[in-house]
């Protein structure tokens, strides 16, 4: 039930446009969750439906004229009765550990290629959230609004952090392995 509450969350930020909103979830709230365009379009329908956002009243012809967004005082309702919700962490679901571990079967060939192309991903990736910390948190910007961003922001690093160092331990165990696959 997040990506309503990640809409909401934009247009509280800012009322937009379709449009406007998938371009600023591939920019912002993307990087932690991930959603189609479609998939956006589709949840805009039903909050709407559900009275927790209204399209604004358009300048003129509505025919071909995008629409605009903004939330609602129910919508701000159930965006802050949610954030108060208790929610249990989820498991990790991740196709490069079900490999990993189905080499413990077959054997690790091809592996260490994937896993070097995983660390480069991850480098790019920790660099772009780096780039971000640097153009939108100078020193001074210290608003509630900005630390809760910023702890949101260092989540992303964190976890790229992570990534990197178990991807170079991975690396290093797959590289160091003589043998082929084990068998029962």
């Known amino acids: 039930m997040s990506?309503?509450?990640?809409?909401?969350?934009?247009?509280?930020?800012?009322?937009s446009s379709g449009l406007e909103l998938t371009r600023r979830f591939d920019k912002s709230i993307g990087y932690f969750w991930?959603?189609?365009?479609?998939?956006?379009?589709?949840?805009?329908?039903?909050?709407e439906e559900s009275g927790l956002i209204r399209a604004l009243p358009s300048e003129g012809p509505a025919r071909g004229q995008k629409k605009e967004y903004e939330v609602l005082p129910a919508g701000s309702g159930e965006l802050a009765r949610w954030v108060g919700e208790r929610q249990d962490p989820?498991?990790?679901?991740?196709?490069?550990?079900?490999?990993?571990?189905?080499?413990?079967?077959?054997?690790?060939?091809g592996l260490a290629a994937e896993l070097r192309r995983h660390l480069e991903l991850h480098r790019a990736q920790l660099a772009v959230y780096e780039g971000i910390e640097e153009k939108d948190f100078p020193a001074g910007r210290d608003s509630d609004e900005d630390r809760l961003r910023r702890v949101v922001l260092h989540a992303g690093t964190g976890l790229e952090t992570f990534w990197l160092r178990w991807l170079e331990e991975a690396l290093a165990e797959v590289e160091g392995m003589t043998g082929g696959p084990r068998r029962a």
């Open 3 to 15: 990506l309503p509450h990640a809409i909401l969350t934009a247009l509280l930020e800012k009322p």
């Open 34 to 47: 991930s959603a189609t365009h479609q998939q956006i379009y589709r949840e805009l329908g039903r909050l």
């Open 90 to 109: 989820k498991a990790v679901r991740d196709p490069l550990l079900l490999r990993i571990r189905a080499a413990a079967v077959v054997g690790p060939q």
